[in-house]
Nanobody, 119 residues
Framework: QVQLVESGGGLVQPGGSLRLSCAAS????????MGWYRQAPGNQRELVAT???????MYGKSVKGRFTISRDNAKNTVYLQMNSLKPEDTAVYYC?????????????WGQGTQVTVSS
């Protein structure tokens, strides 16, 4: 059993910053790609950023240059530093991780954390 627990969401004014964290726990052998996705009301879930275990990163077009993804492999934790936030960044942000446990490898999701950008 693997759990992903997110934290750090909240309400912030346009132009502000927030930092999200997501820690994976459970019977983990290896954590491969970790990432963040988001879903606004009425929209499909979209990629925000991903990071491999070696540190290779990928960003969605709308957040490139404003958001930074990082991870601490020793803690199985991924972070998302969000700067210059815009109202259109308002969404529920979900953590995702590709995790190996024993003989199995599977995709896991966190419960989501709300980010609201509003004045």
């Amino acid at each position: 059993q693997v759990q992903l627990v997110e934290s750090g969401g909240g309400l912030v004014q346009p132009g502000g910053s927030l930092r999200l964290s997501c820690a994976a726990s459970g019977s983990i052998d290896s954590v491969y790609i970790m990432g963040w996705y988001r879903q606004a009301p009425g929209n499909q879930r979209e990629l925000v950023a991903t990071i491999s275990s070696l540190g290779s990163t990928m960003y969605g077009k709308s957040v490139k240059g404003r958001f930074t993804i990082s991870r601490d492999n020793a803690k199985n934790t991924v972070y998302l530093q969000m700067n210059s936030l815009k109202p259109e960044d308002t969404a529920v942000y979900y953590c995702n991780a590709d995790v190996a446990t024993g003989l199995f490898r599977d995709d896991y999701w966190g419960q989501g954390t709300q980010v609201t950008v509003s004045s």
